[in-house]
């Protein structure tokens, strides 16, 4: 699994991630191919979910073009729908994980009876999915193995992860991307509850990298019914890949050592496609047009992408 399919001109570096194959070109470029491979609980799933990829890269470089007046990111071209390319940055070794309102992790902290999150602190009397009196900064660090782990301004101004003038700049540019998120959320009928950023630096500059605003890297509920299932305690309809974590959990799933990968039939491959397909069009608000390529074409495409950025063959 860990060897490049492509071999691309001037390349200087790979890296295959959970889901995408990472090229490094003339250590100033990355190419990103993005592909059906699915993960949840930290583990690859063993069957690929048809069209996810191009679903996941198309919202990612839509959301990068939307956002790219509040903060300048990574993204350049995207020669095909599951493939993006863009300038490579040094990332910071921390993830900006924003919350406005009370769920997932948070509400989990929360009902354990802690009433401080990464150092910031929490009103008594909230209950899960309550919208936060504002937005919060809970970042976490970047694991490249395993889970995240929650951190604090302070612990990482101590590990000199970053200083305290990078910090203030990304917790910044964190809450300006949110409330852009949130605006072209409500454009859509949903909430964005709660995202995760990513941040690079090239030539002094701090840049957005990585995907923004997905399903992957988010959570949405849908605006029309969140005040009505929140007064009657019930569950919020969620847009997320939520439903792959549920049905994994609902099968005794949760990556622990010891438990078994339930089968992923085709029916249910089928079931999980379609549920992508359909959060791209209510993100988007557009129809979603699947497109397959070979390994040539995406060789062909990217080598002429590269071509306009000077990488000749």
């Known amino acids: 699994m860990s060897h490049?399919?492509?071999?691309?001109?001037?390349?200087t570096g790979f890296y295959q991630g959970k889901v995408?194959?990472?090229?490094?070109?003339?250590?100033?470029?990355?190419v990103m191919v993005v592909s059906d491979r699915i993960s949840a609980f930290d583990v690859i799933l063993p069957r690929p979910i048809p069209y996810k990829g191009q679903v996941l890269n198309q919202i990612a470089a839509h959301m990068l073009r939307a956002t790219a007046h509040v903060v300048p990111n990574w993204l350049i071209d995207t020669p095909l729908p599951h493939v993006s390319i863009g300038f490579r940055c040094e990332p910071f070794p921390v993830e900006m994980v924003v919350r406005g309102y009370l769920a997932g992790h948070a509400w989990r902290e929360y009902r354990s009876g802690k009433r401080q999150?990464?150092?910031?602190?929490?009103?008594?009397g909230l209950r899960e999915n309550a919208r936060l009196p504002q937005p919060i900064i809970t970042p976490t660090t970047k694991a490249h193995t395993g889970h995240d782990q929650d951190i604090s301004r302070e612990?990482?101004?101590?590990?000199?992860l970053m200083n305290a003038d990078e910090y203030d700049q990304l917790?910044?540019?964190s809450l300006q991307l949110y409330r852009e998120g949130q605006r072209l959320a409500s454009l859509r009928g949903l909430i964005l509850v709660d995202t995760k950023y990513e941040f690079g630096k090239k030539d002094g500059n701090i840049y957005l990298i990585d995907e923004v605003h997905t399903p992957d890297s988010s959570r949405y509920f849908y605006a029309d019914t969140y005040e009505k299932n929140f007064q009657n305690n019930q569950a919020q309809k969620q847009l997320s890949k939520e439903f792959v974590r549920e049905w994994l959990m609902t099968n005794h799933f949760q990556g622990r050592p010891g438990e078994q990968i339930?089968?992923?039939?085709d029916a249910l491959i089928h079931q999980f496609s379609q549920r992508y397909i359909e959060?791209?069009?209510?993100?988007?608000?557009?129809p979603f047009h699947?497109?397959?390529?070979?390994?040539?074409?995406?060789?062909?495409?990217?080598?002429?992408a590269l071509r306009k950025l000077g990488i000749q063959a």
């Open 4 to 11: 490049p399919v492509f071999h691309f001109p001037r390349q």
């Open 20 to 30: 995408r194959d990472v090229y490094e070109i003339d250590r100033r470029y990355l």
């Open 117 to 124: 999150l990464c150092g910031v602190p929490l009103p008594e």
């Open 155 to 160: 612990e990482i101004l101590q590990q000199g």
């Open 171 to 173: 917790a910044e540019y």
């Open 262 to 265: 339930p089968e992923m039939t």
């Open 279 to 286: 959060l791209y069009e209510q993100l988007i608000g557009e």
């Open 290 to 304: 699947p497109q397959t390529y070979t390994q040539e074409q995406v060789y062909e495409a990217v080598i002429e």
